[in-house]
């Protein structure tokens, strides 16, 4: 089946420092990648999606200007934490939609294995 | 809004013995449902699926049945093997989006 990538796997950072997390598919196309947050114990929460060549659609509630999302690609996307505090550490799913139009309904999305963030 | 409950974990088992993971959901539109997997140091990968009301998603064993009644999606299988333990993850997407709305998920530990 087709592949996502994550990179970096885990990050431990300072307080007031900016991470870069990118997402990846590697054998196909995604017009449309998801990042998701996951604490432990807990639900995957969506926080944003991810169009190539335009703006993230960011969820309510999630911060546009400390969680910058690009999608510069077909097949790279990538979420900056700016600014990064402790309760921004977390577990950054990201995921990618094969993206049939007209069938959302028959969609698979494909899932990278995840970033830890741990900020100090 | 859309919202999705599954039984809390550990669900630890002997192999061969018979599983259930219960899942319930809420919608406002008319959801498919999804069961996930996740091993450990790996990503999601998708398990079986329901697009509609009495449809049974099945793969390698496992099988939920879509029960719009009971808006319910309960996981099972007859004879769970020490490779199934995982995390399961119950997942809706409702009518217009294309993102999930995911359970908790529940950790399932079998053993020899």
């Known amino acids: 089946g087709a592949v996502v990538s994550q990179h970096p796997s885990r990050v431990i950072c300072k307080s007031g420092t900016s991470v870069k997390i990118e997402c990846r598919s590697l054998?196909?196309?995604?017009?449309?990648m998801f990042w998701y947050r996951q604490f432990p114990k807990q639900s995957l929460m969506l926080m944003a999606t991810s169009n190539e060549g335009s703006k993230a659609t960011y969820e309510q509630g999630v911060e546009k200007d400390k969680f910058l999302i690009n999608h510069a690609s077909l097949t790279l996307s990538t979420l900056t934490v700016t600014s990064a505090h402790p309760e921004d550490s977390s577990f950054y799913i990201c995921?990618?939609?094969?993206?049939?139009?007209?069938?959302?309904?028959?969609?698979?999305?494909?899932f990278g294995p995840g970033t830890r963030l741990l900020v100090l | 809004g859309d919202s999705v409950t599954q039984m809390e974990g550990p669900v630890t088992l002997s192999e061969e013995a018979f599983l259930t993971i219960n899942c319930t959901y809420t919608a406002t539109g008319y959801p498919s449902l999804f069961w996930y997997v996740q091993y450990p140091g790996e990503g999601l990968q998708l398990l079986l699926k329901a697009t509609k009301a009495d449809d049974k998603g099945s793969n390698k064993g496992f099988e939920a049945t879509y029960r719009k009644e009971t808006t319910s999606f309960h996981l099972e299988k007859g004879s769970v093997q020490v490779s199934d333990s995982a995390v399961y993850f119950c997942?809706?997407?409702?009518?217009?989006?294309?993102?999930?709305?995911f359970g908790s998920g529940t950790r399932l530990q079998v053993q020899p």
């Open positions: 995921s990618a939609g094969s993206g049939l139009a007209g069938a959302l309904g028959e969609e698979t999305q494909y």
């Open positions: 054998d196909f196309q995604a017009t449309t």
């Open positions: 997942a809706l997407r409702d009518t217009g989006r294309r993102a999930l709305t």
